[in-house]
């Protein structure tokens, strides 16, 4: 292991540099994948814009209902056109998810704490991968706890989690939790959303940070947002559109989008900005019209 003393401060992270090795396949750090996991990976991303819009309602796992989310059969079939990604829990999918619908699919597969525990960071992988597979997930999504005491098992998770989707072709999405007692700043993300790519998550959900686009730069797989706690549309929307203007390639929201008093119309105006190069100012107007 290199010694942690003495390393140099300054780094170049070559923002103005396209990222290399991409091949023509759409997908960050996915040119030398196999077929069955680009195709998965172009189920998360549209070919089109290169981007994602994922709708996270996996809140129940560790949290029972919130609000919004109280009867997910209503909840979800309303935003689905708007939406490319479902972030759900295998017991949510089956239960309230029409299984026509042709989005993708990104399933929750640890879990092990509540919200009345005072550590959250201790989880075990909970879903078999040939239940993946029956669930036609298009990639499992592992919550990582980096400086916490649960780093090492939710460590162990991803690594395992990553050799089972790598023998049958499904993408993982490594989640970056951050607890109570760590910073959200870039040094934090740069350090978790790089060792989540190198030990082989194909796509990472981080949060937004100052220094953002270096956090993209440094991350050898795509980079996801996370909404976090409910913000008023408009600080949402900015939200999403900083993202993608630092680089991101979607994000993955959830209280933002269900905890809205327009769900639906804050979801289409979120789609505006991540494929079709919105603006926030533009998408806030476009969410203003479509709810008056
Ligand atoms: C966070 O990492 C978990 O997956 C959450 O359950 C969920 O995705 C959070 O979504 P949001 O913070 O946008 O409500």
Known sequence: ????????????????????NQGGFHVKGANSLDWG?????????????GNTVMFAFDHGYFMGSVSGLERLDLAIPPLLPHLDV??????????????????????RTTSGSSMLDDDLSH??????????????ADCMAVQT?????????????????????LRYGIPILGVVAVGKQMERTDRFFKLATRMLAELGANLV???????????????????????????SEEDALSLA???????????????????????????????????????????????????K
């Open 241 to 291: 559109y900083n993202s993608i203007r630092g680089g991101a390639r979607g994000v993955d929201m959830g209280r933002n989008i269900f905890q809205s008093a327009h769900p639906a119309a804050m979801a289409a105006a979120i789609a505006r900005i991540v494929h079709e190069k919105f603006t926030d100012k533009e998408a806030y107007q476009f969410f203003k019209d479509s709810t």
């Open 86 to 107: 479902l972030m759900g829990t295998r017991g949510a999918l089956r239960a309230c998810v029409p299984p026509e619908c042709r989005k993708a699919i990104a399933l």
């Open 1 to 20: 292991m290199a010694d942690k003393d003495g390393l140099k401060a300054e780094k170049n992270y070559h923002l103005d540099v396209p990222f290399a």
């Open 145 to 165: 706890f980096i400086g916490a005491d649960g780093q090492l098992s939710s460590l162990d998770n991803l690594s395992k989690t990553v050799n089972a989707g």
């Open 123 to 136: 989880e075990v992988i909970a879903v078999d991968i040939e239940d993946a597979i029956r669930l036609n």
């Open 205 to 231: 959900k981080t949060y937004y940070c100052d220094n953002f686009e270096e956090v993209v730069a440094a991350c050898p797989a795509p980079i996801v947002v996370a909404g976090g706690k409910k913000l």
């Open 37 to 49: 996991m680009k195709h998965r990976l172009a189920n998360i991303f549209n070919p089109k814009s």
